[in-house]
């Protein structure tokens, strides 16, 4: 399940989500889209990745948005990133597939 909100990217391969704010990034649609994937039984580990160049309002208001929907069994991995770019998020989406591959 992928979408893509404005400059925000969410992704859920094999329980392993990925979740991408680019500093545009319109916070306000993420709400459904992140109870969705939350409604997913599957999802074992949520890696939020979000640039610098957001505000550390918009930051603690996706963190809250998160927290709301997903489970405390779910370990969530934040991260500060600067100058994501789609491409980027792809690479990285790749490496934490492979991981997660990995762990298995």
């Given amino acids: 399940m992928n979408w893509k909100i404005e400059t925000a990217e969410i992704s859920n391969t ?3 989500g990925l979740l991408v704010i680019h500093a545009d990034a319109d916070i306000r649609s993420l709400d459904a889209c992140i109870s969705e994937l939350a ?12 640039d610098d160049r957001v505000s550390p309002f918009r930051v603690l208001r996706v963190k809250k948005i998160v927290r709301r929907y997903l489970s405390r069994s ?13 491409q980027l998020t792809l690479f990285l989406w790749d490496q ?6 990995n762990d298995k």
């Fill in 96 to 101: 934490l597939a492979e991981v997660k591959k």
């Fill in 74 to 86: 779910v370990p969530i991995i934040f991260k500060r990133a600067s100058g994501l770019t789609q």
């Fill in 14 to 16: 094999a329980g392993l």
């Fill in 39 to 50: 409604a997913d039984p599957a999802l074992t580990r949520m890696h939020i990745l979000i």
